[in-house]
Each structure stands twice: as C-alpha cells, then as structure tokens.
C-alpha cells in the first residue's frame, strides 16, 4: 500500500494499484472493476477474473451502471439517470483508513426487482456507515434483466446476475484487507432483489466462506425461483419479443441493447395480471446453480452457519398498489378470487380473518395485506424459523413508519434512507415528501447503529435500543420500528392466525 497523499490514498490489489479520495474524513474508491468486462463474446457468460492493469488506476468517477429501464417504483423512491453500459461490473468502497485494522466489512447488494437499480447510486452511499461504524462498506453493480437472468439452454445459462454477487465477494474476499477490511467478518446486506440473492446463496455450497452474517431486507422469497424449463419456456418467448428467430438464439450475443430493453418491457407487460407482481428474470432453479426450493432448504436450516437479520415493511404492496387503479378500485368479487388462487379452498375463512384485521377493510387494504404476506412476509419469517430449528439466533424486525405520501403507508423500500442514515441523498425521493426531520433522524439512528452492531459482532443490540431478543418458536419477538421502537412478541399473530397455505 502506498499513500500518495493523505487525500489520494493509493491500494494495491490483487488486479493493481488504485487511487481513491478522502471524502469528508472517508476513503472513497469507485468505479473498481471486479470482473472482466460481460461484453462481446462474454456476454450471458459466467463473470470472468478481470485481467488487472499496470501503473495506478483512478477509481475517482463510477463506472456505467448495468443496462435498464425505468425503475417501476419511480414513483416511490425517485428518479435516476446514470450512463449505463454492459462494462458495469465495477465496486464502490468506503473506508475509514487503507490500513491493517481488520474492521468488520458489510457488502450492499442493490434491490430492483432484478432488472434495474444500482450500488452505485447516491442512495446506497455507504460512508456513514464507514464513518459511524469503523467497517468498510462495499456497494455492487450487478448485471440486471435478460444480460443477468436470462436462462435459454446454449446461449445464457441464467443466474448470471447471482454469479456475478459472488464473484464481488470473492474480490472481496482476496482484497480487502488491503482497505482496512477484514475478510473473516463479512455481513452481506441486501434489500429486496439483493435479499432474494443472499437467501439463494445462503442455500449454495460455492457461496459457503464467502460471508459469514446476513441481512436480509424485505427479500421477496414468497416468489418462489422459476424452474428450468419454466424459466427456458420464457427465455423462449423473450427471444421471440427480441426478434430472434427460432434456432438463431445466438444473435442475441449481437443484438444492440436497447432492443433487448425494449423486449424486456414487452415480455414484462405480457406477464401483468391482476394483483400478481410478477418478475420476467429472476433466479432459476436449474440444478447446478440453485438445486432446489430455496424457502423449503432455509426453511430446513441451511443457511444455519450464517448468523441472520430478516424483516420486512408493514405494508410491503403499497409502492406496487398505490398507482394500481385495477387494485384500488377492486371490489369484494375481485378481492376474494385472490383469496382464493392464494389461500385455496378454504380462502373464506381467510377472508374473514383478513378483514378482522383491518380498521378499514376495504378490498384494496385486503388485497395488500394477503400479497405483502405472500411474497414478503411469509418467506422472511419462514427463513426465522429454520435459523432458530438449527439453534442460531435470528433478528426479527417489522418496520411500520408510514410515509406521509398519501397511500404509500409503509411500502416497499421505505426502511433504507433510514438503514443508510443519509438523508440528505434522499432529498428528492416522494416516499419521505413531509416526513418530521427530528423523527426522521431519531429513527435512523436506531436502524443505523443496529444494522452496525450486527455486523460487527453478530447481535443488532446497542445503547439507543430497546432490547432486541432473537426469534424463536415460542416467543416469536420482533423488533417494531416506528415513532415507538420496541419489541414485540409475534407480531405477525402466527400463534393465532390461520396457518398460511402451503400451496
């Protein structure tokens, strides 16, 4: 390691030597390739080592970000315009100091529905995180869409996205003690999508060693992962949308991508139905990536040598719903045949308790209530329980702020400006429109110093929180985080609800 100056630190790793900057009191290093570029001949391949550079590399400016569309929580969270290209895979690092500290490093896998988003945006800057926490926090670009997920036999194996995850961790893993980072404390984060990943990679036997502390973030686990030929079947179809005639799927290495945006968007909308979220590329189960049920194998406890937080937001649907006008003006007829494609023969009864629960049963609240149960909810709590079979604690968590947006309630996404503890990056996002400053920041503090805690030795609890309890089978405890933040025992009324459909 050579410091160049005290505001340009210079790192050497394993691919050369990098530059960063000082950023109010942070190391900051951006724009690091990981991998070699997915472009050309290495597009729908495996990532690839990257073959390194001679002399020092500025790692000032980020790279592209991977190519997407608009955002569908645009509405939600904000807008964003990055350039955007297939060389996306590429780090941020913070870092208090480029030193031999061994602090504790968290990894930030990005949500998006796996088809768009980024690490690199402002909104997952990690330098509190660095400044408050002593870690070194590390955001990843990962490839999104049909360049990340597509799965055609003979073209894209799929699961590209995933592979690359774990191809940033594995630099993670070779580098980071060069940052200041230790490579036997890593806690992999990640929201939605990026939850999703870690709960597939938690049931991987390549992926074991690479961290050793998950936090999982409203993972969307209730999707369950496509099967080969299901998911081969829409490789197929998307083709078609592309243009690709049958038996020349390998024009797809060639074609420009815009067009394979542009299909993305008619494959997704081909997808819509009423009140189904429904994901054109995901993660495959395809026998060699995944092997099997991702929730049935946590759920078993094999994701038992991790120590986990898992938690999801009240009311997980509203970004969805809120500009649904099919799910808003839905009536009783609608709302139960719902029920009854989730909750099968019986869905009347859960009909009826559905509504029981709500002041205002109204078959929007409804439909948002079973759904954020289904994909969100359900899964998290499931994951809980295979941790505490196996005898590892796991973190609950619920979060029930409600925006002050009207019909945002606590929807998906709302819970990270406060994990991230950066408000200032979040100026512009509709979700926190009006939200009180001085709760806002109280808050924060809670989520941000836990998530920190966590990482650091495994337990979320510290000072300026109640008590936090693991979950177990009896106790169910979950941390409620809202303008009161306590724990309470099972909040999700398992112990007295109907037990959810096995279907």
């Known amino acids: 390691m050579n410091h160049a100056s005290h505001s340009m630190p210079e790192v050497a790793t394993r691919a050369g030597t990098l530059r960063g900057r000082v950023e109010n009191g942070v190391a900051v290093f951006r724009g690091i390739p990981y991998a070699a570029p997915p472009v050309g001949e290495l597009r729908f391949e495996p990532p690839r080592d990257h073959a390194g550079w001679s002399g020092v590399r500025d790692a000032l400016a980020d790279g592209p970000i991977a190519p997407q569309g608009r955002s569908r929580l645009a509405h939600i969270m904000g807008d964003f315009d990055r350039p955007q290209g297939e060389d996306c895979l590429t780090l941020t690092l913070w870092t208090p100091k480029a030193d031999a500290s061994a602090r504790p490093v968290m990894v930030w896998l990005h949500g998006g529905a796996y088809s768009s988003g980024a690490g ?30 597509l799965y055609l036999p003979g073209i894209s194996e799929g699961n590209m996205g995933l592979l690359d995850q774990m191809q940033a961790l594995r630099w993670v893993r070779e580098n980071i003690a060069a940052f200041g980072g230790d490579p036997d404390n890593v806690t992999v984060v990640g929201q939605s999508a990026g939850g999703g990943s870690i709960a597939a990679m938690m049931t991987m036997p390549q992926a074991q060693g690479l961290f050793h502390r998950a936090i999982l973030q409203s993972p969307g686990m209730g999707r369950p992962s496509r099967g080969a030929a299901e998911a081969a079947e829409l490789g197929a179809r998307y083709a078609h949308f592309v243009g690709v005639e049958p038996g020349d799927e390998t024009a797809l290495k060639q074609v420009p991508v815009a067009k394979l945006l542009s299909a993305q968007g008619e494959l997704a909308r081909s997808l819509q139905g009423f ?21 049935e194998r946590l759920q078993a406890g094999a994701g038992a040598h991790v120590d986990v937080m898992v938690g999801t937001t009240r009311e997980e649907m509203a970004a969805f719903h809120c500009v649904d ?34 002041a205002v049963p109204s078959p929007a609240a409804m439909l948002g209530d079973l759904t954020t149960d289904q994909v969100f909810r359900m899964g998290s709590l499931r994951l809980a329980e295979g941790q505490a079979k196996a005898g590892r604690p796991a973190y609950v968590y619920q979060f029930d702020w409600q925006s002050p947006a009207p019909g945002f309630k606590s929807c998906h996404c709302l819970e990270i400006p406060f994990v991230f503890n950066n408000r200032d990056n979040w100026r512009d996002s509709p979700m926190l429109k009006g939200a009180d400053e001085t709760e806002f920041q109280g808050l924060a503090n809670a989520m941000h110093h836990a998530w920190i805690a966590f990482a650091r030795g495994g337990d979320p609890n510290h000072g300026g929180l109640p008590r936090w309890a693991p979950y177990d089978l009896a106790r169910r405890a979950t941390m409620r985080f809202d303008t009161v933040i306590g724990t309470v025992n099972d909040l999700a009324g398992l112990s007295y609800r109907l037990p959810w459909p096995a279907i």
Do not use: H, K
Not at 137 to 149: D, H, I, P
């Open 120 to 149: 690199s945006l402002p909104w997952y800057a990690g330098d509190r995180f660095a400044a408050n926490g002593d870690v070194v926090f590390v955001s990843v670009n990962y490839r999104l869409g049909a360049l990340g997920f």
């Open 275 to 295: 009140a189904v979220l429904s994901l054109p590329f995901s993660p495959v189960r395809d026998g060699r990536v995944i092997e099997a049920n991702i929730i």
């Open 325 to 358: 006008q099919a799910v808003l003006n839905a009536d009783e007829a609608a709302a139960t045949q719902v029920f009854e494609r989730i909750c099968g023969a019986g869905y009347s009864d859960y009909y009826d308790e559905f509504r029981r629960m709500r």
